[in-house]
């Protein structure tokens, strides 16, 4: 089985105002194959998920370590979308697609029909001249996703992207997300401390421990084997072993 | 003080309120007094202003250096944004020049300078307004550039923009309404420096106007002028208003 992404020994340390050093992620280990879509990492709050996140995003170069991509070093980035997705207000949804449209594909004047397609992908076609400000959560989240495969990535990061959104749309975004990897062969990597959706969303569970964090558990779902109720406890009995369930460390 | 200006209701209400109790208290109240005069004597006097004080030429030239100086400070912030804020760019050492100039001197006193200086020349007002403008516009920028939402930087960042791409696309345009807003306190701003200048400079303006009104005791001429100016005030800041919220509508929340 040929790892499809590889993150070997990532170190991070965050240099204080008086010059003090904090270790955030120390000699971090793991592999995504390519048959695991949907990869979560489960970490408690504050557990260096978003810091991880910007290392895998190439926003943040300042780290120890190698980041392999099918085996080769990689300085592209991948598309992150945030917890608050950072649509453009001052855009609509076609202008929010098409800005990144034009960029990747070097100022030549996009497809008409690339960018239909982004947006019949992404549920939002008949929405094309809404703005994004004053819509939910869900909505700035699809075209934050539209975007990003605009550039044709391999790989989209998701940080904690559905705390903020109601049971009815995490949903459809996670029927939405399972779509477009199926569609587009695209990797996702979601960081989150919520059980219950890396529970419905992943392939592959990665379980990180904080201070120090390391890997602590890795659970690969079997979807013809695993029923809900079943990975949760699965998790929980790892996160109980490893002295980690807390409340106050995840949401459930 | 700029909440108070950007409740519609003060736009709406106060110059109208404000006449309704001036004619009723002066016109049919309080007879003829030394504190504000009637309405009646005021109107007659607005036509005597245009004759008596060439106000349409005074005026034409306080709304010309208000007017052409902010833009050409807004033009030219808008045309060299990414230089201004870069320390290491000539216009980036001027932008840092003319900033550090505001802090340490006081503009009113920059303008007595230039009075001094240049005291024929019409040119100074132009100048005067110019570098109001322009340290006021420079500070601004830079105070909204530092409070950005950095989701928005990373997310372009993410989608491998470059650094001026994310400069003009992005951070610019998250801080265009905050910019497009400080123009109505600004404009506010100006007015009333200049009004300052142009008294203390006399030559050409409304504030010269004003000068020789108080110069003759024309208390109905001193009075109608100021309500037109007051006038011309609001509805420049109404304008702003309009394009502000007509091409710079989005809220960043």
Request: charged share 20%; proline share 4%; net charge positive.
């Amino acid at each position: 089985m040929n790892p499809f992404l590889e993150v070997k020994n990532i170190t991070k340390y965050f240099t204080g105002e008086a010059g003090s050093k904090q270790l955030i992620l120390e000699n971090l280990n793991f592999y995504i194959s390519e048959e695991h879509n949907i990869t979560s990492i489960l970490a408690p709050f504050g557990g260096g998920k978003t810091t991880l996140l910007k290392i895998l995003s190439g926003l943040d170069t300042d780290y120890k370590g190698e980041i392999l991509l099918n085996g080769n070093k990689i300085n592209n980035k991948f598309p992150l979308i945030p917890e608050k997705p950072a649509s453009f207000p001052w855009l609509n949804v076609s202008g929010n697609i098409k800005l990144f449209l034009t960029m990747h594909e070097k100022n030549v004047k996009p497809s008409a029909i690339k960018l239909q397609e982004l947006i019949d992908l992404t549920g939002l076609t008949s929405y094309e001249d809404h703005f994004p400000h004053n819509k939910s959560y869900g909505f700035r989240f699809r075209i934050s996703l539209a975007r990003a495969l605009a550039v044709s990535p391999q790989i989209i990061l998701l940080d904690d992207p559905f705390k903020l959104m109601d049971s009815e749309t995490k949903d459809e975004i996670f029927e939405l997300i399972k779509k477009v990897a199926d569609i587009k062969k695209i990797k996702f990597i979601l960081a989150t401390s919520n059980i219950t959706e890396v529970a419905l969303l992943s392939d592959k569970i990665l379980l990180i421990k904080n201070k120090p964090v390391y890997l602590s558990g890795e659970i690969i779902i079997d979807k013809y084997k695993h029923r809900l109720e079943q990975l949760k406890d699965e998790i929980q009995e790892i996160l109980q072993k490893e002295n980690m369930i807390n409340a106050a460390n995840f949401s459930i | 003080m700029n909440n108070m200006f950007h409740s519609n209701r003060i736009y709406i209400y106060f110059l109208p309120g404000f006449l309704l109790v001036w004619i009723i208290l002066f016109e049919f109240i309080f007879p003829p007094n030394q504190f504000l005069p009637k309405p009646s004597i005021t109107l007659v006097s607005i036509i005597s202003l245009f004759r008596d004080y060439q106000f349409l030429i005074n005026m034409l030239s306080s709304i010309a250096a208000i007017y052409f100086s902010s833009i050409v400070a807004v033009l030219f912030i808008w045309i060299f944004r990414r230089y201004l804020i870069n320390n290491k760019s000539l216009i980036g050492y001027l932008a840092f020049f003319l900033e550090w100039i505001s802090w340490i001197i006081p503009e009113i006193l920059l303008g007595l300078f230039l009075i001094f200086w240049l005291p024929d020349s019409e040119l100074i007002k132009y100048i005067f307004i110019f570098f109001i403008s322009f340290t006021f516009l420079i500070n601004k920028v830079e105070k909204e550039l530092k409070s950005i939402n950095r989701e928005f930087i990373d997310a372009a960042a993410s989608l491998g923009a470059g650094k001026n791409f994310i400069f003009d696309k992005v951070c610019w345009k998250v801080i265009e309404p905050e910019l497009a807003s400080s123009l109505t306190t600004l404009h506010f701003y100006l007015w009333t420096m200049l009004i300052v200048f142009e008294f203390i400079k006399g030559g050409s303006g409304l504030g010269t106007v004003l000068r020789n009104a108080i110069l003759y005791k024309d208390l109905s001429g001193l009075f109608s002028s100021i309500l037109i100016i007051c006038l011309i005030m609001f509805i420049g800041a109404y304008i702003i208003k309009y394009f502000k919220n007509k091409f710079f509508f989005w809220s960043i929340s």
